[in-house]
């Protein structure tokens, strides 16, 4: 059973909320994969997702990179969910710690998954710590970076098209994974008033 450990509301109005559970029993409209390039989804969250939500994830994946090629940091894929409770599933690309500009490189991962998600028309998403895993981002750092992306893209978006999406979730099974984000959160606060300073 997927629990909320911390909430707020974002200065343009959508909750955003820290979860301890399994992402891939998220009941929202879309969750976030932590994909590679080619959507070749062997561990990890991206293994676990397809464990659970059967081979038509992959099957359309690998359709998506033949019509598209690889998927790249700022342009996520999004596929259906297969048998998951969600109704699709948005393949971000984060960095591989080393490669440069990790930050940047994660920052339009998210923000990339966000519009994605707009654009779909979806009311909710859920996200993993994208880049932690076998791609090697520091944790503590990643779980800032993700939290300014998140801020930051609807800050950006507030005043031309209204986003369709109200509820951001960040999903984390380990304990230590949620105290690097608790953490994280409580020096930036995502949810601090417009204009405020970081």
């Not at 976030?32 to 038509?56: E, K, T, W, Y």
């Amino acid at each position: 059973m997927n629990r909320v450990l911390n909430n707020c509301s974002l200065p343009a109005g959508q909750r955003l909320e820290l979860v301890q559970g399994d992402l891939t029993e998220e009941a929202v409209d879309a969750i976030v994969n932590a994909a590679n390039a080619h959507l070749r989804h062997g561990g990890g969250v991206a293994g676990a997702i397809v464990r659970r939500g059967g081979r038509q994830i992959q099957k359309e994946s690998d359709a998506w990179v033949r019509e598209h090629g690889p998927v790249s940091h700022a342009q996520p894929a999004i596929t259906g969910a297969g048998s998951l409770p969600c109704r699709y599933i948005i393949h971000a690309v984060g960095p591989v710690w080393g490669d440069g500009d990790e930050d940047a490189k994660l920052g339009q991962a998210v923000r990339g998954s966000l519009q994605v998600a707009d654009q779909t028309g979806l009311s909710s998403v859920a996200f993993p710590a994208i880049s932690t895993g076998i791609f090697g981002f520091p944790r503590r750092r990643a779980a800032r970076v993700i939290l300014q992306a998140i801020r930051g893209y609807f800050l950006e978006t507030a005043g031309s098209s209204p986003s369709t999406l109200r509820q951001i979730r960040l999903v984390l099974y380990d304990r230590a994974a949620l105290d690097d984000f608790l953490e994280a959160w409580q020096e930036f606060d995502p949810c601090r008033p417009a204009g405020d300073p970081a």
